[in-house]
């Protein structure tokens, strides 16, 4: 069960619902979205409440124009459509009758017995097959995975606030040559406790992506964000840190830059 938003008060909270299903203005839908992109902590308390709609959405508690409004607007999103998808499904799966438990062999079982009754030249000629498959298949997944010639480049300091100053957020010029850009993000000190990091890209409209992450240390991380991924606008960087026992936990602040 999703936990209500405590941290936000019940105005803001109702002015975010109304964001949400397309209700707002022009100019409230850019107030929300410029603090999407300037206040982490508001950012935590919208996904919350994208996460409340979703699951009044899957238990039907919207009926008539308010679930066509939620299809509408709140369901535009492919993030959000998905995320719904997946909580009926988990619903589905909760409500439907037990089935009575068969004990038959297990794949591995029923595999190694017919493995141990072949013999020696059927277990090679299956091991090249798959070392074969193995190769072909890794082929494929670096074969599409994009390739970048020209970068543009930038180094960030972490905001010490979780707010971006405007004017003060750094540019990051994108010639038109460049297929991506190279971001060094300076890491806080107490952030070298962590074994590994993931960071996302959040554009103004607060959707998230993850970015690919080419170097990392205890000093700096490396990423890589295609051009075809920001436009003109502001943007922040977020970084988790992934502990030594495998938990991941958000690092307090984030990086912002612009495109102009």
């Known amino acids: 069960m999703i936990v209500g938003v405590t941290n936000i008060n019940n105005n803001v909270k109702n002015e975010v619902k109304r964001y949400l299903l397309g209700q707002l203005g022009e100019a409230d839908e850019e107030r929300v979205e410029l603090q999407l992109l300037t206040d982490a902590t508001f950012g935590e308390e919208f996904d919350t409440i994208v996460d409340e709609i979703t699951d009044q959405y899957v238990n039907g508690e919207f009926q008539g124009p308010e679930c066509e409004r939620v299809q509408q607007y709140f369901l535009k999103s492919p993030q959000r459509r998905a995320k719904a998808q997946f909580a009926a499904a988990l619903i589905d799966r909760a409500s439907a009758p037990a089935k009575p438990v068969v004990q038959t062999p297990t794949l591995g ?152």
């Open 109 to 260: 079982e029923r595999w190694q017995a017919f493995w141990s009754s072949q013999r020696s030249a059927f277990r090679l000629a299956t091991t090249v097959a798959i070392i074969v498959i193995a190769v072909g298949i890794a082929y494929q997944i670096f074969k599409d995975k994009p390739t970048y010639r020209n970068f543009a480049s930038l180094e960030l300091t972490m905001s010490a606030s979780d707010r971006a100053e405007g004017s003060q957020a750094t540019t990051l010029h994108l010639a038109p040559e460049n297929d991506a850009a190279r971001i060094v993000l300076h890491l806080p000190e107490q952030s070298n406790q962590y074994k590994s990091y993931q960071v996302e890209l959040i554009n103004r409209d607060g959707v998230r992506r993850p970015v690919e992450i080419t170097e990392q240390n205890k000093q700096t991380i490396t990423v890589i964000v295609p051009a075809t991924a920001v436009t003109r606008g502001s943007y922040a960087l977020r970084v988790s840190g992934i502990k030594q026992d495998g938990q991941q936990e958000g690092i307090a602040g984030s990086y912002f830059f612009k495109v102009e």
